[in-house]
Protein backbone atom coordinates (compact mmCIF):
# COMPACT_ATOMS: atom_id res chain seq x y z
CA UNK A 1 0.00 0.00 0.00
CA UNK A 2 1.28 3.53 -1.24
CA UNK A 3 1.58 6.12 1.61
CA UNK A 4 -1.28 7.79 2.76
CA UNK A 5 -1.65 11.06 3.61
CA UNK A 6 -2.29 12.67 6.74
CA UNK A 7 -5.38 14.57 8.43
CA UNK A 8 -2.67 17.50 9.43
CA UNK A 9 -1.34 17.67 5.34
CA UNK A 10 -5.13 17.34 4.09
CA UNK A 11 -5.92 19.96 6.99
CA UNK A 12 -2.87 21.84 5.68
CA UNK A 13 -4.55 21.86 1.77
CA UNK A 14 -7.93 22.76 2.56
CA UNK A 15 -6.62 25.66 4.65
CA UNK A 16 -4.57 26.91 2.13
CA UNK A 17 -7.70 26.20 -0.85
CA UNK A 18 -9.78 28.57 1.22
CA UNK A 19 -7.39 31.49 1.92
CA UNK A 20 -4.97 31.17 -0.85
CA UNK A 21 -2.32 32.67 1.38
CA UNK A 22 0.25 30.63 3.11
CA UNK A 23 0.57 32.82 5.99
CA UNK A 24 -3.07 33.11 7.03
CA UNK A 25 -3.39 29.38 6.35
CA UNK A 26 -1.00 29.18 8.44
CA UNK A 27 -2.19 31.59 11.13
CA UNK A 28 -5.31 29.76 10.83
CA UNK A 29 -3.77 26.32 11.83
CA UNK A 30 -1.31 27.22 14.62
CA UNK A 31 1.67 26.63 12.74
CA UNK A 32 4.57 28.43 11.17
CA UNK A 33 4.33 29.24 7.46
CA UNK A 34 7.33 27.22 6.28
CA UNK A 35 5.66 24.09 8.36
CA UNK A 36 3.00 24.49 6.40
CA UNK A 37 4.34 24.65 3.28
CA UNK A 38 7.01 21.83 3.72
CA UNK A 39 3.67 19.97 4.70
CA UNK A 40 1.53 20.67 1.64
CA UNK A 41 5.01 19.90 -0.58
CA UNK A 42 5.48 16.60 1.25
CA UNK A 43 1.78 15.89 0.19
CA UNK A 44 2.50 16.96 -3.46
CA UNK A 45 5.42 14.51 -3.25
CA UNK A 46 3.65 11.71 -1.41
CA UNK A 47 0.53 11.89 -4.68
CA UNK A 48 2.78 12.31 -7.59
CA UNK A 49 0.88 15.88 -8.40
CA UNK A 50 1.09 19.39 -8.69
CA UNK A 51 -1.65 20.63 -6.42
CA UNK A 52 -0.86 24.48 -5.62
CA UNK A 53 0.82 26.85 -8.27
CA UNK A 54 2.77 29.24 -6.12
CA UNK A 55 4.58 32.60 -7.29
CA UNK A 56 5.39 36.10 -5.46
CA UNK A 57 2.47 37.77 -5.88
CA UNK A 58 -0.60 34.80 -6.34
CA UNK A 59 -1.72 31.63 -4.49
CA UNK A 60 -3.62 29.30 -6.52
CA UNK A 61 -4.84 25.35 -6.57
CA UNK A 62 -4.29 23.50 -9.86
CA UNK A 63 -7.99 21.55 -11.41
CA UNK A 64 -6.25 18.19 -9.52
CA UNK A 65 -5.26 20.30 -6.04
CA UNK A 66 -9.01 21.74 -6.40
CA UNK A 67 -9.84 18.01 -6.40
CA UNK A 68 -8.12 16.78 -3.90
CA UNK A 69 -9.00 19.10 -1.67
CA UNK A 70 -12.94 18.65 -1.93
CA UNK A 71 -12.30 15.21 -1.41
CA UNK A 72 -9.97 16.20 1.73
CA UNK A 73 -13.06 18.24 3.09
CA UNK A 74 -15.19 14.77 2.87
CA UNK A 75 -12.85 12.79 4.56
CA UNK A 76 -11.72 15.64 7.54
CA UNK A 77 -15.52 16.02 8.18
CA UNK A 78 -15.65 11.85 8.41
CA UNK A 79 -12.63 11.96 11.13
CA UNK A 80 -14.09 14.94 12.93
CA UNK A 81 -17.83 13.12 13.13
CA UNK A 82 -15.52 9.76 14.14
CA UNK A 83 -14.06 11.46 17.29
CA UNK A 84 -17.44 13.48 18.10
CA UNK A 85 -19.04 9.94 18.30
CA UNK A 86 -16.69 8.63 20.50
CA UNK A 87 -16.59 11.56 22.89
CA UNK A 88 -20.49 11.83 22.65
CA UNK A 89 -21.36 8.49 22.92
CA UNK A 90 -21.55 8.12 26.86
CA UNK A 91 -24.14 10.84 27.44
CA UNK A 92 -27.14 12.73 25.54
CA UNK A 93 -26.87 16.51 25.09
CA UNK A 94 -23.00 16.87 26.76
CA UNK A 95 -20.11 18.96 25.53
CA UNK A 96 -19.67 21.41 22.89
CA UNK A 97 -22.75 21.52 20.27
CA UNK A 98 -22.26 23.77 17.16
CA UNK A 99 -25.83 25.39 16.70
CA UNK A 100 -26.38 26.98 13.27
CA UNK A 101 -29.75 29.67 12.77
CA UNK A 102 -31.10 31.48 10.82
CA UNK A 103 -31.27 35.76 11.84
CA UNK A 104 -35.08 35.32 11.32
CA UNK A 105 -35.52 32.84 14.19
CA UNK A 106 -32.10 33.11 16.36
CA UNK A 107 -32.86 36.42 18.69
CA UNK A 108 -36.64 35.30 18.71
CA UNK A 109 -36.80 31.58 19.33
CA UNK A 110 -33.45 30.60 21.42
CA UNK A 111 -33.71 33.53 24.17
CA UNK A 112 -36.83 32.04 25.60
CA UNK A 113 -35.38 28.49 25.21
CA UNK A 114 -32.05 28.46 25.78
CA UNK A 115 -32.36 28.86 29.74
CA UNK A 116 -34.45 25.75 29.94
CA UNK A 117 -32.31 23.93 27.96
CA UNK A 118 -29.30 24.87 30.38
CA UNK A 119 -31.17 23.44 33.51
CA UNK A 120 -32.44 20.27 31.32
CA UNK A 121 -28.93 19.66 30.10
CA UNK A 122 -26.26 21.48 32.03
CA UNK A 123 -23.44 19.58 30.66
CA UNK A 124 -24.07 20.69 27.41
CA UNK A 125 -21.98 23.82 25.81
CA UNK A 126 -23.69 25.35 23.20
CA UNK A 127 -21.89 27.23 20.47
CA UNK A 128 -24.13 30.06 18.51
CA UNK A 129 -23.53 30.79 14.49
CA UNK A 130 -26.15 33.14 12.91
CA UNK A 131 -26.01 33.68 9.50
CA UNK A 132 -27.76 32.63 6.33
CA UNK A 133 -29.69 29.13 5.39
CA UNK A 134 -27.49 28.32 2.39
CA UNK A 135 -24.25 29.22 4.29
CA UNK A 136 -25.10 27.84 7.38
CA UNK A 137 -25.62 24.22 5.30
CA UNK A 138 -22.91 24.71 3.65
CA UNK A 139 -20.99 24.69 7.26
CA UNK A 140 -23.09 22.08 8.00
CA UNK A 141 -21.86 19.43 5.31
CA UNK A 142 -18.18 20.73 5.74
CA UNK A 143 -18.70 19.23 9.64
CA UNK A 144 -17.98 22.81 10.55
CA UNK A 145 -21.47 22.84 12.46
CA UNK A 146 -23.47 19.78 14.06
CA UNK A 147 -27.22 20.74 13.58
CA UNK A 148 -28.50 24.28 11.98
CA UNK A 149 -31.90 25.66 13.04
CA UNK A 150 -33.79 26.33 9.72
CA UNK A 151 -37.14 27.50 8.25
CA UNK A 152 -38.68 25.00 5.36
CA UNK A 153 -39.59 25.17 2.56
CA UNK A 154 -35.64 25.12 1.67
CA UNK A 155 -33.81 22.84 -0.51
CA UNK A 156 -31.86 20.29 2.25
CA UNK A 157 -30.43 17.53 0.13
CA UNK A 158 -29.67 14.52 1.55
CA UNK A 159 -29.51 16.06 5.15
CA UNK A 160 -31.51 15.01 8.21
CA UNK A 161 -34.20 17.11 8.57
CA UNK A 162 -36.53 16.91 11.76
CA UNK A 163 -39.78 19.69 11.61
CA UNK A 164 -40.43 21.24 14.70
CA UNK A 165 -43.87 23.48 14.61
CA UNK A 166 -45.54 25.74 12.08
CA UNK A 167 -44.88 29.63 12.42
CA UNK A 168 -47.92 31.28 10.41
CA UNK A 169 -47.28 35.00 9.02
CA UNK A 170 -49.13 38.11 9.96
CA UNK A 171 -49.99 41.09 7.94
CA UNK A 172 -47.97 44.22 9.34
CA UNK A 173 -48.96 47.76 8.91
CA UNK A 174 -49.55 51.02 10.68
CA UNK A 175 -52.48 51.72 12.93
CA UNK A 176 -53.80 54.41 10.30
CA UNK A 177 -53.64 51.47 7.26
CA UNK A 178 -56.67 50.81 6.20
CA UNK A 179 -55.90 46.50 5.79
CA UNK A 180 -56.03 46.27 9.21
CA UNK A 181 -59.01 48.39 10.63
CA UNK A 182 -60.64 44.53 10.10
CA UNK A 183 -59.47 42.02 12.79
CA UNK A 184 -58.49 39.39 9.71
CA UNK A 185 -57.42 40.41 6.67
CA UNK A 186 -58.06 38.63 3.57
CA UNK A 187 -54.79 37.30 1.54
CA UNK A 188 -55.68 37.84 -1.56
CA UNK A 189 -56.51 41.87 -0.85
CA UNK A 190 -52.75 42.73 -0.12
CA UNK A 191 -51.22 45.13 -2.82
CA UNK A 192 -47.85 42.90 -3.52
CA UNK A 193 -46.69 46.07 -4.80
CA UNK A 194 -46.58 47.93 -1.61
CA UNK A 195 -44.72 45.01 0.04
CA UNK A 196 -41.22 45.45 2.09
CA UNK A 197 -39.23 42.91 2.22
CA UNK A 198 -35.67 41.44 3.34
CA UNK A 199 -32.85 41.68 0.74
CA UNK A 200 -31.89 38.34 -1.36
CA UNK A 201 -30.35 35.46 0.61
CA UNK A 202 -33.08 35.76 3.59
CA UNK A 203 -35.38 32.17 2.94
CA UNK A 204 -38.03 34.91 5.03
CA UNK A 205 -38.11 36.76 1.48
CA UNK A 206 -39.25 33.74 -0.37
CA UNK A 207 -41.91 32.48 2.47
CA UNK A 208 -43.13 35.89 2.05
CA UNK A 209 -43.40 35.91 -2.00
CA UNK A 210 -44.21 32.59 -1.62
CA UNK A 211 -47.45 33.37 0.53
CA UNK A 212 -48.55 35.53 -2.56
CA UNK A 213 -49.47 32.81 -4.69
CA UNK A 214 -50.60 33.17 -7.70
CA UNK A 215 -49.71 36.47 -7.74
CA UNK A 216 -45.56 36.10 -6.82
CA UNK A 217 -45.03 35.87 -10.62
CA UNK A 218 -45.82 40.29 -10.59
CA UNK A 219 -43.72 40.42 -7.77
CA UNK A 220 -41.87 43.78 -7.40
CA UNK A 221 -41.26 44.82 -4.03
CA UNK A 222 -40.29 48.30 -3.93
CA UNK A 223 -38.29 48.36 -0.83
CA UNK A 224 -35.49 45.96 0.56
CA UNK A 225 -34.31 45.55 4.02
CA UNK A 226 -30.99 43.95 5.44
CA UNK A 227 -32.95 43.08 8.75
CA UNK A 228 -36.21 42.59 10.55
CA UNK A 229 -35.41 45.47 12.55
CA UNK A 230 -34.70 47.74 9.16
CA UNK A 231 -37.63 46.33 8.03
CA UNK A 232 -39.72 47.15 10.80
CA UNK A 233 -38.14 50.78 10.77
CA UNK A 234 -39.48 50.88 6.70
CA UNK A 235 -43.07 50.08 7.57
CA UNK A 236 -43.25 52.12 10.56
CA UNK A 237 -41.90 55.49 8.16
CA UNK A 238 -44.62 54.56 6.15
CA UNK A 239 -42.87 53.01 3.00
CA UNK A 240 -45.01 49.97 3.07
CA UNK A 241 -46.38 47.11 4.52
CA UNK A 242 -44.78 43.42 5.10
CA UNK A 243 -45.63 39.57 6.53
CA UNK A 244 -44.21 38.52 10.07
CA UNK A 245 -43.94 35.45 11.08
CA UNK A 246 -45.39 34.80 14.47
CA UNK A 247 -42.38 33.78 16.25
CA UNK A 248 -41.24 37.61 15.85
CA UNK A 249 -44.30 38.45 16.88
CA UNK A 250 -44.25 36.81 20.33
CA UNK A 251 -41.32 37.87 20.98
CA UNK A 252 -42.23 41.86 20.86
CA UNK A 253 -40.35 42.80 17.79
CA UNK A 254 -43.36 45.58 17.43
CA UNK A 255 -43.20 46.66 20.93
CA UNK A 256 -42.68 50.55 21.09
CA UNK A 257 -43.72 51.03 17.88
CA UNK A 258 -47.18 52.18 15.97
CA UNK A 259 -47.23 49.09 13.82
CA UNK A 260 -49.93 46.86 14.14
CA UNK A 261 -49.92 42.75 13.25
CA UNK A 262 -53.07 41.27 11.95
CA UNK A 263 -53.63 37.33 11.21
CA UNK A 264 -55.42 36.21 8.17
CA UNK A 265 -59.18 35.65 7.36
CA UNK A 266 -57.91 32.01 6.19
CA UNK A 267 -55.80 29.56 5.18
CA UNK A 268 -52.83 31.73 7.26
CA UNK A 269 -49.22 31.62 5.41
CA UNK A 270 -46.74 30.06 7.16
CA UNK A 271 -43.40 28.60 7.35
CA UNK A 272 -41.88 25.06 9.20
CA UNK A 273 -39.11 25.57 11.36
CA UNK A 274 -36.82 22.48 11.18
CA UNK A 275 -33.58 21.37 13.15
CA UNK A 276 -31.11 19.76 9.87
CA UNK A 277 -27.82 17.81 10.45
CA UNK A 278 -25.87 15.20 8.57
CA UNK A 279 -27.50 11.73 8.18
CA UNK A 280 -24.23 10.18 9.10
CA UNK A 281 -23.04 12.69 12.20
CA UNK A 282 -22.35 11.47 15.99
CA UNK A 283 -25.15 14.40 16.63
CA UNK A 284 -27.77 12.92 14.99
CA UNK A 285 -28.97 11.57 18.78
CA UNK A 286 -28.56 15.37 19.75
CA UNK A 287 -30.21 16.80 16.92
CA UNK A 288 -33.09 14.54 18.02
CA UNK A 289 -33.11 15.52 21.56
CA UNK A 290 -32.74 18.84 20.63
CA UNK A 291 -35.88 18.88 18.06
CA UNK A 292 -37.95 17.03 20.60
CA UNK A 293 -37.03 19.57 23.51
CA UNK A 294 -37.83 22.61 21.16
CA UNK A 295 -40.94 20.50 20.02
CA UNK A 296 -41.95 20.21 23.83
CA UNK A 297 -41.28 23.89 24.70
CA UNK A 298 -43.25 24.94 22.08
CA UNK A 299 -46.66 23.08 23.04
CA UNK A 300 -45.76 24.03 26.81
CA UNK A 301 -45.76 28.04 25.66
CA UNK A 302 -48.90 27.47 23.40
CA UNK A 303 -51.14 25.74 25.67
CA UNK A 304 -49.86 28.59 28.68
CA UNK A 305 -50.35 31.56 26.38
CA UNK A 306 -46.80 32.77 26.59
CA UNK A 307 -44.79 34.31 23.85
CA UNK A 308 -41.84 32.14 22.78
CA UNK A 309 -39.53 34.48 24.57
CA UNK A 310 -40.97 33.37 28.20
CA UNK A 311 -41.85 29.75 27.89
CA UNK A 312 -42.86 27.84 31.47
CA UNK A 313 -39.93 26.02 32.72
CA UNK A 314 -39.90 22.00 32.12
Known amino acids: MPALPTLRQLGYLVELSERLNFRAAADRQFVTQSTLSAGIKELETQLGVQLVERDKHHVRLTTVGEDVAARARELLASATDLAEAARSAARPLCGPLRLGAIPTIAPYLLPGVLPALRRAYPELKLYLR??????????????????????????????????????????VAREGDPAVRAKAVPLRKIDTKDMVLLEEGHCLR?????????????????????????????????????????????????????????????????????????????????????????????????????????????
Open 130 to 171: EDLTARLLERLRASRLDVALIALPFETGDLHVRELFKDDFAF
Open 206 to 314: DHAIAACGPRRAAWGPRVEATSLTTLIQMVEGGLGVTLLPRITLDAGILKSTRLVARPFASAAPSRTLALVARRTSPRRRDADLLSEFLIAQHRLATRSGLSGRNPPRP
